[in-house]
């Protein structure tokens, strides 16, 4: 019993009184961030759904392009990765440091299995011409600068949600790095409860990104 107190103390920073108010501060901290990233993310949902309800038929035949297959299996990748997530916290609970770090191990695959899959998603688009410039064309639609408007929207929502994999995957690497070394007990495990969120945000942001960009309109009828 003093060995688990003496580890308690040793987790809580100076400035708060008892590991509980200091993960109720860590858990609060990262939602406030969340909501931000909500923010930041709505602005450019807002931005697709006008612009489709504008255009939509260009959207459509534009979103048509997109390799529904892959964006299913990324999906599923996703999805087992905050599975895996889960486990690791659920892991950190009950202080066993070779199954978190088997499942951290576990989730950072699987962001760079959906990393290098969406990789391979955008050099299919630059093969057929779909990366928005001079050299932009869309087979079926004399609406050109339409057609490169919905591309532009498609490569900054995938690709600003490409860079929060990339920062998660790092945020996964130190969590790994940290429970190597013993920081993490059933004691004190916040930082991998209060990572689980942010990867569990990025996760739910394709949610609405896959079938916003990849299945609306899939099969309506070309311009």
């Known amino acids: 019993m003093a060995s688990e107190v003496h580890v308690e103390t040793l987790a809580v920073r100076e400035q708060f009184d008892t590991a509980s108010q200091q993960k109720n ?3 609060l901290g990262m939602w ?5 990233e909500i ?3 709505g602005g450019m949902f807002l931005a697709y759904t006008a ?3 504008w255009y939509p038929n260009v959207f459509g035949a534009a979103s048509r392009t997109l390799n529904a297959t892959i964006g299913a299996i990324n999906t599923a990748v996703l999805l087992c990765s905050s599975y895996t997530m889960v486990l690791a916290v ?8 070779k199954t978190i770090m088997l499942f951290l191990v576990l989730t950072i695959i699987l962001g760079f299995v959906f990393l290098g899959i969406k ?3 955008w050099w299919e688009k630059f093969e057929e011409h ?9 087979e079926g639609t004399p609406l050109q600068g339409q057609a490169q408007l919905f591309f532009s929207l498609y490569f900054a929502m995938t690709g600003l949600h490409a860079l929060h994999m990339v920062v998660g995957v790092g945020i996964m690497s130190y969590l790994l790095y940290q429970t190597y ?9 916040t930082p991998i409860d209060v990572g689980g969120l942010y990867w569990h945000f990025v996760d739910i942001i394709w949610i609405y990104l896959f079938p916003l960009l990849y299945l609306i309109d899939r099969h309506g009828p070309k311009p």
């Open 119 to 121: 990789g391979y998603e």
């Open 39 to 41: 923010m930041f993310f």
């Open 51 to 53: 612009y489709r309800s």
């Open 90 to 97: 659920r892991a950190g609970q009950l202080g066993r440091r």
């Open 32 to 36: 406030v961030f969340l909501i931000t």
């Open 25 to 27: 501060a860590s858990t």
């Open 130 to 138: 779909h990366v928005p410039g001079a050299s932009f064309h869309l």
């Open 181 to 189: 070394v013993g920081k993490y007990t059933a004691e004190y495990y």
